[in-house]
């Protein structure tokens, strides 16, 4: 939907998971072998990564200042499921935040929400406003108040609908 660029570092797993369905038309990447095969996932996965999927959406909107779409497992209550630990680079002394095991797709997007907390970058991943859109995009925006994944589509729909209503 969106001719954003990914958002950075591990923010891309979350961004690229809740983007795997496109709500407007239905379908959902995780549907077909090829999306199960690039987040890892096994046939009996996919439920818990819809729900994961739809948890992370929520949060995504809160960011931008929206109302959940629809009831869902707090993002929190999921990923305490994640354990974390510390990585230390031998060679110079840096630190990441990593999951625990490196398998499980909850536990990469745990480790990937915790270093984007640490960077100061989570708040910044949002879903668009546009009920039949909510793609996740990284607002670059100097203020932070990026609405819409794509000013030239979703932004430019919002105006209009605004326009013709007056």
Not at 41 to 51: C, K, M, Q, V, Y
Not at 92 to 101: I, Q
Request: charged share 25%.
């Amino acid at each position: 939907m969106s001719e954003r660029s990914p958002a950075p570092g591990g923010l891309e797993l979350v961004q690229s998971l809740v983007n795997t369905l496109d709500v407007e038309s239905g379908a959902d990447s995780l549907d077909t072998a090829e999306g199960r095969t690039r987040f890892g996932l096994a046939e009996s996965d996919i439920p818990a990564a819809r729900e994961l999927r739809e948890s992370l959406r929520v949060a995504l909107l809160a960011h931008a200042g929206h109302p959940a779409h629809r009831e869902v497992t707090p993002l929190g209550a999921l990923l305490t499921a994640a354990p974390l630990v510390v990585a230390v680079d031998a060679a110079d002394g840096s630190a990441t935040l990593a999951p625990a095991d490196e398998g499980p797709l909850l536990s990469r997007v745990a480790a990937a929400v915790a270093q984007a907390l640490v960077e100061g970058a989570w708040t910044r991943l949002k879903a668009c406003e546009a009920v039949d859109c909510h793609w996740a995009y990284f607002d670059r925006s100097p203020a932070g108040r990026g609405r819409w994944c794509s000013m030239q589509v979703c932004g430019a729909r919002a105006k209009m609908r605004r326009y013709r209503a007056k």
